[in-house]
C-alpha cells in the first residue's frame, strides 16, 4: 500500500546553506499493517511522512502510495490518505460537526454521505457529547478527535499519524491507540510516528528507526529486540540511535 523510494529532501536555509532533512529513505508498508516511524526530534521523521502525504515535494527519490506517485500523482495520493499531525489546528469559531462537514465538502463528498460518516465516526470516538460545541471551548482530547474525525472523513485507505497522542491525558490516549488498532483490523494502512515507546511496541507490525535523516534500523519488535539484545524497544532504540545501552 505504501512503497517509498530514496525519499530524500534537501532544505535550502541562507545561514546554513542544504540541510538534509532525510536521506534516501526506503521502506514499504503492506495492506492492513501499521507501521511506527521513530526517530528523536529533527530525525526526519516528520520530513518523510509530510512527503508521502504529498504536503512536501521530495529533491530526489519517490513513494507510490494506495497505487499512486506521490511527485507525478499528487492529487491522486490525496485522495486516497488522511494525515494528521499534532501541530494541527482547528477553526476556533465552528463546531466540531461544522468542522468535519467542511472538510467532508473539501474532499467533494456529498452531504448525506457526510452525516452518515459524521455519525459513525462519532460513534467510535464518543464525540457526541461534543460535536455541537465551538472548537475553541474543548479540551485538548475532544480537539484531537475532531481532527482525527475531520481526517477521516473521507474514509481514506492509508492513514499516517504524526505524535497522535501528544499532550493528551492518559484515559483519552488509550481510547485513541485503540481507534487506530480498529482501524488496521478494519484492513486500513497506518504509518504511526510517536514518541511514546509503548504506544509503538503495542500496535506497530514492524518498526523504523530513523536518525540523522537516514533509516537506521527495520523490523519487527521481536526482530528488533533479537538484534540489539535489549529487553525493551526504548533500549533498541537508544542502541540504535547512539550505539550506547540504554541506562
Do not use: W
Amino acid at each position: 500500500m505504501i512503497e517509498a523510494t530514496l525519499l530524500t529532501k534537501v532544505f535550502q536555509d541562507r545561514k546554513k546553506g542544504e540541510i538534509l532533512g532525510a536521506d534516501a529513505v526506503s521502506f514499504r508498508v503492506e495492506p492492513g499493517h501499521i507501521y511506527g516511524l521513530l526517530g528523536a526530534n529533527g530525525a526526519g521523521k516528520t520530513t518523510t511522512l509530510r512527503m508521502l502525504a504529498t504536503l512536501l515535494k521530495p529533491s530526489s527519490g519517490t513513494a507510490v502510495v494506495a497505487g499512486y506517485d506521490v511527485v507525478k500523482e499528487p492529487d491522486k495520493v490525496r485522495q486516497h490518505v488522511g494525515f494528521l499531525a499534532a501541530s494541527t489546528a482547528l477553526y476556533a469559531r465552528l463546531t466540531a460537526r461544522e468542522v468535519i462537514m467542511y472538510f467532508g465538502r473539501l474532499n467533494r463528498l456529498g452531504d448525506a454521505d457526510i452525516l452518515a460518516r459524521i455519525k459513525a465516526l462519532a460513534d467510535e470516538l464518543d464525540m457526541h457529547d461534543f460535536l455541537d460545541r465551538r472548537c475553541a471551548s474543548l479540551s485538548t482530547g475532544m480537539k484531537q478527535k475532531t481532527s482525527i474525525a475531520r481526517t477521516l472523513i473521507h474514509d481514506p485507505q492509508v492513514m499516517i499519524f504524526d505524535e497522535l497522542t501528544l499532550g493528551l491525558d492518559v484515559i483519552t490516549a488509550r481510547a485513541i491507540v485503540a481507534f487506530v488498532r480498529q482501524c488496521r483490523d478494519r484492513g486500513k494502512t497506518v504509518i504511526y510516528s510517536t514518541h511514546v515507546m509503548a504506544e509503538a511496541e503495542k500496535l506497530c507490525d514492524v518498526i523504523g528507526i530513523i536518525h540523522d535523516g537516514r533509516l537506521r534500523a527495520e523490523g519487527t519488535l521481536a526482530g528488533l529486540l533479537k538484534a540489539t539484545g535489549e529487553r525493551d524497544l526504548e533500549g533498541c532504540f537508544v542502541r540504535i540511535v547512539t550505539g550506547k545501552v540504554a541506562p
